[in-house]
T-cell receptor, first 112, second 112 residues
Framework: DAGVTQSPTHLIKTRGQHVTLRCSPI?????VSWYQQVLGQGPQFIFQ???????GRGNFPDRFSARQFPNYSSELNVNALLLGDSALYLC???????????FGPGTRLTVL | GDSVTQMEGPVTLSEEAFLTINCTYT??????LFWYVQYPGEGLQLLLK?????DKGSNKGFEATYRKETTSFHLEKGSVQVSDSAVYFC???????????FGKGTMLLVSP
């Protein structure tokens, strides 16, 4: 079975631009979470979605938004990019949001 | 709020040496505790977990015991291999949902 997939693998943007990152969960999983991992730090929680509803939100500005689609895939959107948004963005899926999370390989975002 | 503190890295060991990576946590309730491993260029993989006090998680020769009295979850392995070289993250989740709070990570380098 395929694991969690994320696209694109790498992305380079300039300050002020907008970016959309995509995630497909493991088949049968209904919950997706997003994390930001800045170089040299542990991942930080951004959002959790379950059945297309936002279930939790971390301490991130409103420039960050996300949504989940009927097929349970998800998008993370970041507006007005800042240099500090450069990071590895990780997606994790779980069956219902209560059980073990399985992580994807991440999207490496570089903001110049 | 919840937090996780890990020992600073890198930890450098020779093959077959004993490994300890310290982890302590702060939480308001009774969290579940996890160790994740991140190999270069990859996402996070769950290594082991423990859900209540005195539980011992184990996998691939690694072990960690949930110590409520010392709020600790130290990772140990009796004999490390070169292939164990990676970054190790201690994490907790609390409140029912599987949202994770991570430590900063500890890099392990094992030489032949």
């Amino acid at each position: 079975d395929a694991g969690v997939t994320q696209s694109p693998t790498h992305l380079i943007k300039t300050r002020g631009q907008h970016v959309t990152l995509r995630c497909s969960p493991i088949s049968g999983h209904k919950s997706v979470s997003w994390y930001q991992q800045v170089l040299g730090q542990g991942p930080q929680f951004i959002f959790q979605y379950y059945e297309k509803e936002e279930r939790g939100r971390g301490n991130f500005p409103d420039r960050f938004s996300a949504r989940q689609f009927p097929n349970y895939s998800s998008e993370l959107n970041v507006n007005a990019l800042l240099l500090g948004d450069s990071a590895l963005y990780l997606c994790a899926s779980s069956f219902d949001g209560y059980n073990e999370q399985f992580f994807g390989p991440g999207t490496r975002l570089t903001v110049l | 709020g919840d937090s996780v503190t890990q020992m600073e890295g890198p930890v450098t060991l020779s093959e077959e040496a004993f490994l300890t990576i310290n982890c302590t946590y702060t939480a308001t309730g009774y969290p579940s505790l996890f160790w994740y491993v991140q190999y270069p260029g990859e996402g996070l993989q769950l290594l082991l977990k423990a859900t209540k006090a005195d539980d011992k998680g184990s996998n691939k020769g690694f072990e960690a015991t949930y110590r409520k009295e010392t709020t600790s979850f130290h990772l140990e392995k009796g004999s490390v291999q070169v292939s164990d070289s990676a970054v190790y993250f201690c994490a907790l989740s609390e409140g029912g949902y599987s949202t994770l709070t991570f430590g900063k990570g500890t890099m392990l380098l094992v030489s032949p």
